[in-house]
């Protein structure tokens, strides 16, 4: 089984950054793409970016320029560093990750439990 844990979440003030993280740990033979989703209050979860275990990454054009993905493929983790946040980027940002557990195959979709950004003065 594998889990995703993120952390670094909370309030900060319009302008002001944040840098996620999220730990990948369990039964885990290989990790293809990781990335970010986000779910505000009443709405539908969005993509905010992906990077695959090559490093090439992407970007929702809402974040362009503003959020960096990174990850270390060592550690199993992902990073969302976050720059120049506005009101409209408060949301629950969840986690997710291709893995392979077994190296079959097959890779599963796998999600964190989310952690809470709000930007507000």
């Known amino acids: 089984q594998v889990q995703l844990v993120e952390s670094g979440g909370g309030l900060v003030q319009p302008g002001g950054s944040l840098r996620l993280s999220c730990a990948a740990s369990?039964?885990?033979?290989?990790?293809?793409?990781m990335g970010w989703y986000r779910q505000a209050p009443g709405k539908q979860r969005e993509y905010v970016a992906t990077?695959?275990?090559?490093?090439?990454?992407n970007y929702a054009d809402s974040v362009k320029g503003r959020f960096t993905i990174s990850r270390d493929n060592a550690k199993n983790t992902v990073y969302l560093q976050m720059n120049s946040l506005k009101p409209e980027d408060t949301a629950v940002y969840y986690c997710?990750?291709?893995?392979?557990?077994?190296?079959?195959?097959?890779?599963?979709?796998?999600w964190g439990q989310g952690t809470q950004v709000t930007v507000s003065s």
């Open positions: 997710n990750a291709q893995v392979n557990p077994n190296g079959g195959m097959y890779y599963r979709s796998t």
């Open positions: 990077i695959t275990s090559g490093a090439v990454t």
């Open positions: 369990g039964s885990i033979f290989s990790i293809n793409a």
